[in-house]
């Protein structure tokens, strides 16, 4: 069995550069139009069911990816990004200069930051409601099913992935690329886990934003 773990598409606080978490923004018109693209990417790939974390951009794209299919879409909180609690809203590269704060050592120094953010939570709790989600409802499906899709966010894929493929808490965020509409594939045989491929895109990041201001 196939997974097809993808990032929603491009909102307008991720364009600010701005802390998202459990904030729920919903897609921008470059987000809808970066999914679209995808959508076309993938159009003959035949899902069986889909997931998506209750956060509108996650589900916007999950109907974008969907649209004309018939599939219905079922929301779980566990799919939900890491929440930052107080620290939602903040500039990120204002939190990359600034290293008393706790949510600094959350994202520049992932392996020192075991108290949560207040409000927010722990990389255990993301890993373990991920791992959760996978574990209770992905994997009995192998049996009954061929290919899934999932649309989440970053860092709950990066707990998921990083669980599977053991990859240490230091390089939680630099072991794989997360861009928005970013793909991942993740194989379920004999109810092991296995990461096939991340981080792939189906735009040009470095021309997309250019092609979309042509056309509109």
């Known amino acids: 069995m196939l997974i097809y773990l993808v990032r ?16 729920d923004i919903p897609l921008n ?14 159009k ?11 956060l509108k ?10 649209k004309g299919r018939n599939l219905p879409i079922t929301e779980d909180p566990r799919l939900m990004e890491i929440n930052f609690g107080s620290a939602e809203g903040l500039n990120v590269p204002m ?15 992932p392996e020192k930051y075991t108290k949560a953010i207040c409000g927010g939570e722990t990389f255990e709790a993301v890993e373990k409601r991920g791992m959760d989600f996978m574990n209770k409802v992905i994997k ?5 099913c061929d290919c899934i899709l999932i649309t989440s966010h970053g860092g709950v894929m990066r707990a998921i992935i990083n669980s599977i493929a053991g990859i240490p808490r230091k390089e939680y965020w630099s072991a794989t690329r997360e861009k928005n509409c970013a793909v991942n594939r993740i194989e379920c045989r004999d109810g ?12 040009d990041i470095d021309t997309a934003a250019a092609d979309f201001k042509s056309i509109i």
């Open 192 to 203: 092991i886990f296995r990461v096939l491929e991340t981080g792939r895109l189906y735009y």
């Open 8 to 23: 929603h598409g491009q909102t307008d606080w991720n364009k600010k550069k701005k802390l998202q978490g459990q904030s």
């Open 44 to 54: 003959d790939v035949a899902f069986d069911r889909v997931y998506s974390s209750p």
């Open 29 to 42: 018109k470059y987000g809808i139009w970066l999914t679209e693209i995808t959508a076309e990417a993938l």
């Open 95 to 109: 939190i990359g200069r600034l290293p008393f704060l706790r949510v600094h050592k959350c994202l520049c120094r």
């Open 57 to 66: 951009r996650a589900v916007e794209t999950a109907e974008i990816l969907t």
């Open 140 to 144: 009995p499906l192998e049996n009954s």
